[in-house]
C-alpha cells in the first residue's frame, strides 16, 4: 500500500511539473532572479535549456529604510563594540551552525580584550507551529552550550519582537542590521538573498558563502567578503572586521551606493519597463 501511495504522489509531481514547465515556456520573457538561479533553471528544465533568460533581480524599498527609525535592543549590551548578526529563518537549509562555529572559532584569532567585546545575535522568522523551526532552535541552543558561549549567544524570534521587545519587527531588524559590525549570511546556493542586500544598503558590511546569489550581490572586498563554506574562512573574515577599520569604512560606503545602482525600486522598475516595451532581452 505504502509503494503504491508513493507511487501515485511521483505521479502527481510529475504530472505537475510537466505541466509548469509547459506553460513557463509560453511566456514571451522569462525573468529569473539571478545569475545562479538561471543556471538551475537550465538543469530543472530540460526542454527550455535553450530559451533565453534574463536576470531582473529583486528590489528593496529604500525608502522604507530611509525612513524606519531605531530603536533599542535590550538584548543586546550598548557596550557591545562587534555585534556579528545571523538573520534567517530558523531552519536547517539557512545553515545557522555556520555561524555559530565561525564565532567559536573567532576566540583563537583574537585576544582576549577583543573578544569580549564581541557577540554573536541570531535573528529570524520564527513560527509556533512549525516543528522544523521549534526543534532548530532548541538544537541550535544546544550547539551554543556545546562550545560554552551561553554568555555571548543572543536569541531572537520574530513572534516576540513586535509585542515584548520593540514597536514594530521591521523596526528592530533594521536597526540590529545597522548596529551590526557584519552580517553572517550563511546558506549555501541561495538564489539570490534579500539580507545582505538590506545589510549593504544600512551600510554593514556581509559575509557571506561563496556560492549561489551573493556572488553577484556582493563584490568582495569592495562592498562585503565571500568566503568558503567553512568556520574557519568565517572567522577570519570576521577577525579581519574586527581589526581593519580601513576596509569596514571603505564597505560601508560602497554598498550603499551598489544597491541604489542595482537593487533599488527604481533600477526595477526602470528595466522592467525596458522588458515590457521589448528595448532589453
Given at each position: 500500500?505504502?509503494?503504491g501511495?508513493?507511487?501515485?504522489l511521483?505521479m502527481?509531481?510529475?504530472?505537475?511539473?510537466?505541466?509548469?514547465?509547459?506553460?513557463?515556456?509560453l511566456?514571451?520573457v522569462?525573468?529569473?532572479?539571478?545569475?545562479?538561479?538561471?543556471?538551475?533553471?537550465?538543469?530543472?528544465?530540460?526542454?527550455?535549456?535553450?530559451?533565453?533568460?534574463?536576470?531582473?533581480?529583486p528590489?528593496?524599498?529604500?525608502?522604507?529604510?530611509?525612513?524606519?527609525?531605531?530603536?533599542?535592543?535590550?538584548?543586546?549590551p550598548?557596550?557591545?563594540?562587534?555585534?556579528?548578526?545571523?538573520?534567517?529563518?530558523?531552519e536547517?537549509?539557512?545553515?545557522?551552525?555556520?555561524?555559530?562555529e565561525?564565532?567559536?572559532?573567532?576566540?583563537?584569532?583574537?585576544?582576549d580584550?577583543?573578544?569580549?567585546?564581541c557577540?554573536?545575535?541570531?535573528?529570524?522568522?520564527?513560527?509556533?507551529?512549525?516543528?522544523e523551526?521549534?526543534?532548530?532552535?532548541?538544537?541550535?541552543?544546544?550547539?551554543?552550550?556545546?562550545?560554552?558561549?551561553?554568555?555571548?549567544?543572543?536569541?531572537?524570534?520574530?513572534?516576540?519582537i513586535?509585542?515584548?521587545?520593540?514597536?514594530?519587527?521591521?523596526?528592530?531588524?533594521?536597526?540590529?542590521?545597522?548596529?551590526?559590525?557584519?552580517?553572517?549570511?550563511?546558506?549555501?546556493?541561495?538564489?539570490?538573498?534579500?539580507?545582505?542586500?538590506?545589510?549593504?544598503?544600512?551600510?554593514t558590511?556581509?559575509?557571506?558563502?561563496?556560492?549561489g546569489?551573493?556572488?553577484?550581490?556582493?563584490?568582495?572586498?569592495?562592498?562585503?567578503?565571500?568566503?568558503?563554506?567553512?568556520?574557519?574562512?568565517?572567522?577570519?573574515?570576521?577577525?579581519?572586521?574586527?581589526?581593519?577599520?580601513?576596509?569596514?569604512?571603505?564597505?560601508?560606503?560602497?554598498?550603499?551606493k551598489?544597491v541604489?545602482?542595482?537593487?533599488?525600486?527604481?533600477?526595477?522598475?526602470?528595466?522592467?519597463?525596458?522588458?515590457?516595451?521589448?528595448?532589453?532581452?
Open positions: 500500500m505504502q509503494i501511495r508513493r507511487r501515485q511521483d502527481s509531481k510529475y504530472f505537475l511539473d510537466s505541466i509548469e514547465e509547459f506553460s513557463t515556456g511566456a514571451d522569462i525573468c529569473v532572479n539571478s545569475l545562479f538561479t538561471a543556471s538551475v533553471f537550465k538543469q530543472t528544465f530540460k526542454s527550455l535549456k535553450d530559451r533565453e533568460l534574463t536576470v531582473l533581480y528590489s528593496l524599498n529604500t525608502e522604507f529604510f530611509d525612513k524606519t527609525e531605531e530603536c533599542t535592543i535590550p538584548e543586546i550598548e557596550s557591545a563594540e562587534y555585534i556579528f548578526t545571523s538573520l534567517n529563518r530558523f536547517v537549509k539557512k545553515n545557522i551552525k555556520l555561524a555559530i565561525a564565532f567559536a572559532y573567532l576566540r583563537t584569532l583574537l585576544s580584550d577583543e573578544f569580549s567585546k557577540h554573536l545575535v541570531l535573528a529570524g522568522g520564527y513560527d509556533q507551529l512549525n516543528k523551526n521549534i526543534d532548530y532552535f532548541k538544537e541550535l541552543v544546544e550547539y551554543v552550550d556545546f562550545f560554552s558561549l551561553p554568555q555571548k549567544q543572543k536569541f531572537t524570534k520574530d513572534e516576540s513586535s509585542c515584548q521587545r520593540c514597536l514594530s519587527a521591521d523596526e528592530e531588524k533594521i536597526t540590529l542590521l545597522r548596529r551590526s559590525r557584519a552580517v553572517l549570511y550563511t546558506p549555501h546556493n541561495e538564489h539570490f538573498g534579500i539580507v545582505p542586500v538590506e545589510s549593504m544598503y544600512v551600510g558590511p556581509v559575509i557571506a558563502v561563496n556560492s546569489g551573493p556572488k553577484e550581490s556582493i563584490i568582495h572586498l569592495e562592498t562585503g567578503l565571500l568566503a568558503e563554506q567553512l568556520p574557519e574562512a568565517f572567522a577570519e573574515c570576521m577577525a579581519r572586521l574586527v581589526r581593519d577599520e580601513p576596509l569596514v569604512k571603505k564597505l560601508r560606503q560602497m554598498g550603499p551598489r541604489r545602482e542595482l537593487f533599488a525600486f527604481e533600477a526595477f522598475s526602470t528595466r522592467l519597463d525596458h522588458l515590457v516595451k521589448g528595448e532589453d532581452s
